[in-house]
């Protein structure tokens, strides 16, 4: 069975402090990690896409990276706009994501 | 363009009652999607429409129905509204598989049940 672990499940942060945040998977046949960001009240946002082991995506303070196992989402320097949800999910196409419960980042100015 | 617009933004059912949620997407996505939200778990698909005319069920489809009405439409319809359906309910759409593209959220639906 597919499965997503993110950890940790809340993380706070000060301004310009960096972190990681973990995406650990076991899926059958990945055909692409995705990385979204949730704020409060909204839908979730496509940020990255990963599809084999030693890719790496940047987006401003943001790098996610791939290994056979996990994910990890770098911030570097976060900003206190940076603060939302972070969701993972991977799969077989989009019928069969399946999601992480997700990480609540705040960072504190 | 207005991406997935999703209605009602909130909505308070007693128990048995019925309503449906409405979605529609202006991307001419082919494929459209009903997930629901809950406190400590990750999203999990209720229903999807891989195209106009065909819907097929997800992880947790009991107690829903859905219409896929034409390409810009689909519908969430609860026919018994139950306690244990009080979430957050987010329709998404896809584009055409061009690589595994990403799904792209409305901004939910907050629904209780009492």
């Known amino acids: 069975e597919d499965q997503v672990t993110q950890s940790p499940e809340a993380l706070r942060l000060q301004e310009g402090e960096s972190s990681s945040l973990n995406c650990s998977y076991t899926v059958s046949g990945l055909r692409g990690l995705f990385w979204y960001r949730q704020d409060p009240g909204k839908g979730p946002e496509f940020l990255f896409t990963?599809?084999?082991a030693g890719e790496e995506k940047e987006k401003e303070r943001l790098k996610a990276t791939l290994t056979k196992k996990e994910s990890f989402l770098h911030i570097t320097a976060p900003k206190p706009e940076d603060s939302a949800t972070y969701l993972c999910a991977v799969g077989q196409g989009a019928q069969k994501l399946v999601f992480g419960q997700g990480t609540r980042l705040t960072i504190n100015p | 363009n207005a991406g997935v617009t999703q209605t009602p933004k909130f909505q308070v059912l007693k128990t048995g009652q019925s309503m449906t949620l409405q979605c529609a997407q202006d991307m001419n996505h082919n494929s459209m999607y009903w997930y629901r939200q809950d406190p400590g778990m990750g999203l999990r698909l209720i229903y999807y429409s891989a195209s106009e005319g065909t819907t097929d069920k997800g992880e947790v489809p009991n107690g829903y129905n859905v219409s896929r009405l034409n390409k810009r439409e689909f519908s969430l319809r609860l026919e018994s509204a139950a306690p244990s359906q009080t979430s957050v309910y987010f329709c998404a759409s896809i584009p055409p598989d061009r690589g595994n593209s990403p799904l792209h959220f409305g901004n939910g639906t907050r629904l209780t049940v009492t």
């Open positions: 990963l599809y084999s």
